[in-house]
């Protein structure tokens, strides 16, 4: 690691041990989406209406419910019929998780690219996440796509310190360095401080751990598996990962080979554009 990656990467430990970082507050109606949901009698109705505040959101989520995943025969064009269809639960969850885009901006051209390159990443994965929980699991897709998009949520608050201090801006070798070294420890923070489901908590801190090997298959399984699917064939470190013996596939019980299979991730890596 080079000086100055040594050097802002201690910086940032310390403001994270501190508690001096700043770190990105959940949108607004993320807020008001999940304390409608908190809700066990929330009506539709109520739900429909909280989202319908922002026009773009509800725009996205008629979008999620007419992709080739989910289509029904009729194409859905209303929010009420959305979450009819989708369940409230399930809506409020996917709603929360593609509201975070609100966050991903910044003053500098530099790094808003990148964080469009990571939000543009993050809906990949989470496309991904959810087909293969909704194909191939017990567990619930909603929750494997909020996991997905927020898998990365830890390199906000790097980007921003990097706005702030432009030698570190200025070189992109070191920015990578400290983005891939801290992003993960940043990310289970964050998720803490938004009062995240436990189960989702650790995805940022874990799903680079390849040896990784739970008891049975989880959320950070899941994102991992997509995330190295989404990475290959590119030069990123994770598109040369031999899948074969990875424990998270091994319990997935997929063939990664398949025509068909692969046909299906890769019409559901744009299922959240």
Known sequence: MNKLAEKVQQALVTAIDNDDLVLPTLPEVAL???QAAED???SISHLSKVISR???????????????????????????????????????NLAIGLVMEQIFHARSEVVEQKMRDVWRRSLEVAGVSYALCRRHSQL????????????????????????????L????????????SIHPVLGDKLLRVWDFPEMLVNVPGQYLDLTRDSASLDYVDLVQVAALYCHRGTDHPLGTVPL????ALMKLRIDLHSDALRSELDEARSMFY
């Open 140 to 167: 619930k897709p909603d929750q494997a796509a909020l996991g997905g998009l927020v898998h990365q949520i830890g390199v906000l608050p790097i980007l921003t310190y990097a706005e702030d201090h432009y030698e």
């Open 32 to 34: 008001k989406i999940r």
């Open 54 to 92: 922002d026009t773009a959101l509800s725009a996205r989520l008629i979008k999620v419910v007419n992709s080739p995943l989910l289509r029904a025969s009729q194409e859905v064009t209303d929010l009420h019929t959305a979450i009819t269809r989708l369940g409230t639960n399930y809506s409020s």
């Open 244 to 247: 074969a013996t990875l424990p």
């Open 40 to 42: 066990p009698e929330i």
């Open 169 to 180: 801006l200025a070189d992109p070798v070191s920015l990578n360095h400290v983005i891939d």
